[in-house]
T-cell receptor
Framework: NAGVMQNPRHLVRRRGQEARLRCSPM?????VYWYRQLPEEGLKFMVY????????ESGMPKERFSAEFPKEGPSILRIQQVVRGDSAAYFC??????????????FGPGTRLTVL | KNQVEQSPQSLIILERKNCTLQ??????????LRWYKQDTGRGPVSLTI?????NTKSNGRYTATLDADTKQSSLHITASQLSDSASYIC?????????????FGRGTSLIVHP
């Protein structure tokens, strides 16, 4: 059973370009979470999605950032018109059910975005 | 504001020695507390989870404690190994609108030397 997969592992973009980060959850998992880790910082929650629905996006910047988890295919985190401050590691996690107390989230290896 | 503070920021110990990492939090309302291990270049992996009523939880050489009254937790590593070199992250979840949102500490960077 493959773990959470993220691609690409490394992404370089110039300012103003778009970045698309993909996350394939573990088999049987229907809940996906995106986190951002800035250098020297802890992970910060961005958004929680279930198939075709955004459950909680309280940690997502209001502009330029969007996320989706379609019925088929991976979850996508999209960053439009990237700026240097978007450079970070973006982690995806998945779980079998919602964010209940014992529902463990399994993390992917992360995508490291560098904005030149 | 919900916060999770970890100490020390970094720690260097010799192989086979024990160490204890600390976590203080102000998250409310508290749901659960997890300790994660994050190897360089990888995603975090859960070590232990504790809810409000649990004081201690062990996973092999890792033992976590929780004092919900003082809002403190510790992670004790026994007989350290070189492979324990990693970042250890304390994560406290709070309930919000039916969801449980995790708040991550910055982690303690542990280096185990031979």
């Amino acid at each position: 059973n493959a773990g959470v997969m993220q691609n690409p592992r490394h992404l370089v973009r110039r300012r103003g370009q778009e970045a698309r980060l993909r996350c394939s959850p573990m088999k049987g998992h229907s809940h996906v979470y995106w986190y951002r880790q800035l250098p020297e910082e802890g992970l910060k929650f961005m958004v929680y999605l279930q198939k075709e629905n955004i459950i909680d996006e309280s940690g997502m910047p209001k502009e330029r950032f969007s996320a989706e988890f379609p019925k088929e295919g991976p979850s996508i985190l999209r960053i439009q018109q990237v700026v240097r401050g978007d450079s970070a590691a973006y982690f995806c996690a998945s779980s079998t059910a919602g964010t209940g107390s014992y529902n463990e989230q399994f993390f992917g290896p992360g995508t490291r975005l560098t904005v030149l | 504001k919900n916060q999770v503070e970890q100490s020390p920021q970094s720690l260097i110990i010799l192989e086979r020695k024990n160490c204890t990492l600390q976590c203080n939090y102000t998250v409310s309302p508290f749901s659960n507390l997890r300790w994660y291990k994050q190897d360089t270049g990888r995603g975090p992996v859960s070590l232990t989870i504790m809810t409000f009523s649990e004081n201690t939880k062990s996973n092999g050489r890792y033992t976590a404690t929780l004092d919900a009254d003082t809002k403190q937790s510790s992670l004790h590593i026994t007989a350290s190994q070189l492979s324990d070199s990693a970042s250890y992250i304390c994560v406290v979840s709070f309930s919000s609108g039916g969801s449980y949102i995790p708040t991550f500490g910055r982690g303690t960077s542990l280096i185990v030397h031979p």
